[in-house]
């Protein structure tokens, strides 16, 4: 991993000040420049000594990404931003607007080993884990980009966020910080696809941060050909901790599903979701599919209504997300690196 002080929390960066034989204030003063005021170069950090900034430049690089391409989708508002690493890899974060909200979709990896049949980065395989500092400053560089404050960020781009434990934590917490980018933690949601051991682990992180499970079928037979990691974690196991997950942390779950033409969107399926989610305090997202060259394919304005129909009178919330960004490739599933980069 490319050494920066970015890839330090704030703990952190008071023991590396420590370490160089600073004073842990001026590690906290150095993290605000970096993660709250911003800046782009030590030249800004005016409180900041030059031989201590001579140290900062010596530990690596301050900024980690560079902005590749950005494209709008006047439609709704949704911006995608290519950024590439400094390594020449590539990756994408996504901007939604909606109801006074600006959310960042980031990535936590190049690419993903999780090989979803449905979902388009899958096809990149994986490369690599992304640093605390390199999700980070996807949100940064946005702030920077639009001039607009981020108010939620979810882990749901490209990669899975519990195959890149530690860094998505540590990222987590600088942007919850509060003289990082003091995001609340209960407005910063992680999705995982489902590794249980992670889900465990987090049930008792000491943060207020949420959990979302993309969840897509209710019966294993289903969900394995759709998420290769059921055959791996059953279903039943799946659920048994998202339960253990809101009995520990007295929070709900947010179920996400993917509403794919043929597949999952049937009476049968509504039936068995519905039994399987009724014990657990949680919501669910239902995304309809965004078609992109798969073989699967987004039900009709109808047939989605009807599904929904299905759910009337449940214990749980339901919610029909028609996630933003389809004319530029931005929404769920469709986050692909095809730019590449010289
Ligand atoms: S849906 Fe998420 S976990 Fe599955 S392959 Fe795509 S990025 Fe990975």
Same mark, same amino acid.
């Given at each position: 991993?490319?050494?920066?002080?970015?890839n330090?929390?704030?703990?952190?960066?008071q023991?590396?000040?420590l370490?160089?034989?600073?004073?842990?204030?001026?590690?906290?003063?150095?993290? +605000?420049?970096?993660?709250?005021?911003?800046? +782009?170069?030590? #030249?800004?950090?005016?409180?900041?000594?030059?031989?201590?900034?001579?140290?900062?430049?010596?530990e690596?690089?301050?900024?980690? /990404?560079?902005?590749?391409?950005?494209?709008?989708?006047?439609?709704?508002?949704? +911006?995608?931003? /290519?950024?590439?690493?400094? !390594?020449?890899?590539?990756?994408?974060?996504? /901007?939604?607007?909606?109801a006074?909200?600006?959310?960042?979709? *980031?990535?936590?990896?190049? &690419?993903?080993?999780?090989?979803?049949?449905?979902?388009?980065?899958?096809?990149?395989?994986?490369?690599? !884990?992304?640093?605390? &500092? +390199?999700i980070?400053?996807?949100?940064?560089?946005?702030?920077?980009?639009? $001039?607009?404050?981020?108010? %939620? *960020?979810?882990?749901?781009?490209?990669?899975?966020?519990?195959?890149?434990?530690?860094?998505?934590i540590?990222?987590?917490? *600088?942007?919850?910080?509060? @003289?990082?980018?003091n995001?609340?933690?209960?407005?910063?949601?992680?999705?995982?696809?489902?590794?249980?051991?992670?889900?465990?682990?987090?049930? $008792?992180?000491?943060?207020?941060?949420?959990?979302?499970?993309?969840?897509?079928?209710?019966?294993?037979?289903?969900?394995?050909?759709?998420?290769?990691?059921?055959?791996?974690?059953?279903?039943?196991?799946?659920?048994?901790?998202?339960?253990?997950?809101? !009995?520990?942390?007295?929070?709900?779950?947010?179920?996400?599903?993917?509403?794919?033409?043929?597949? %999952?969107?049937?009476?049968?399926?509504?039936?068995?979701?519905?039994?399987?989610?009724?014990?657990?305090?949680? @919501? /669910?997202?239902?995304?309809?599919?965004?078609?992109? !060259?798969?073989?699967?394919?987004?039900?009709?304005?109808? #047939?989605?209504?009807?599904?929904?129909?299905?759910?009337?009178?449940?214990?749980?919330?339901?919610?029909?997300?028609?996630?933003?960004?389809?004319?530029?490739?931005?929404?769920?599933?469709?986050?692909? $690196?095809?730019?590449?980069?010289?």
């Open positions: 991993m490319m050494n920066s002080i970015k330090l929390t704030y703990d952190e960066m023991k590396w000040a370490q160089k034989g600073l004073k842990p204030f001026v590690g906290r003063q150095i993290f +605000e420049w970096v993660f709250s005021k911003n800046v +782009e170069s030590t #030249d800004s950090m005016r409180n900041i000594a030059k031989n201590v900034r001579n140290i900062i430049e010596k690596g690089p301050l900024s980690l /990404l560079e902005l590749k391409k950005h494209e709008v989708n006047e439609g709704d508002g949704t +911006e995608k931003f /290519l950024f590439s690493c400094l !390594d020449g890899n590539a990756l994408e974060s996504v /901007l939604i607007r909606s006074g909200r600006n959310t960042v979709c *980031v990535s936590s990896q190049i &690419g993903c080993a999780m090989g979803c049949t449905f979902c388009r980065t899958a096809d990149m395989g994986i490369l690599r !884990d992304l640093s605390s &500092g +390199e980070v400053e996807q949100v940064i560089q946005i702030t920077r980009l639009t $001039h607009e404050r981020v108010t %939620n *960020v979810v882990f749901m781009g490209m990669g899975e966020p519990f195959n890149n434990y530690q860094e998505v540590k990222a987590a917490t *600088v942007l919850n910080h509060e @003289k990082g980018l995001i609340g933690a209960r407005h910063i949601t992680i999705s995982t696809a489902g590794i249980v051991p992670r889900v465990r682990e987090f049930s $008792h992180l000491p943060y207020q941060f949420k959990l979302a499970i993309s969840l897509n079928a209710a019966n294993d037979e289903k969900r394995n050909e759709l998420m290769p990691i059921n055959r791996r974690y059953s279903l039943s196991e799946l659920l048994k901790t998202a339960k253990y997950y809101t !009995d520990v942390t007295n929070k709900l779950i947010t179920f996400e599903y993917v509403l794919i033409d043929g597949v %999952n969107n049937t009476q049968k399926d509504a039936q068995e979701l519905i039994k399987q989610l009724s014990h657990i305090p949680s @919501k /669910l997202n239902i995304i309809p599919f965004n078609e992109i !060259d798969s073989k699967f394919q987004r039900p009709g304005e109808r #047939d989605i209504s009807t599904f929904l129909s299905y759910f009337e009178g449940v214990n749980f919330a339901v919610t029909l997300r028609n996630s933003g960004g389809k004319g530029i490739q931005a929404a769920c599933g469709q986050l692909y $690196h095809e730019v590449l980069l010289s």
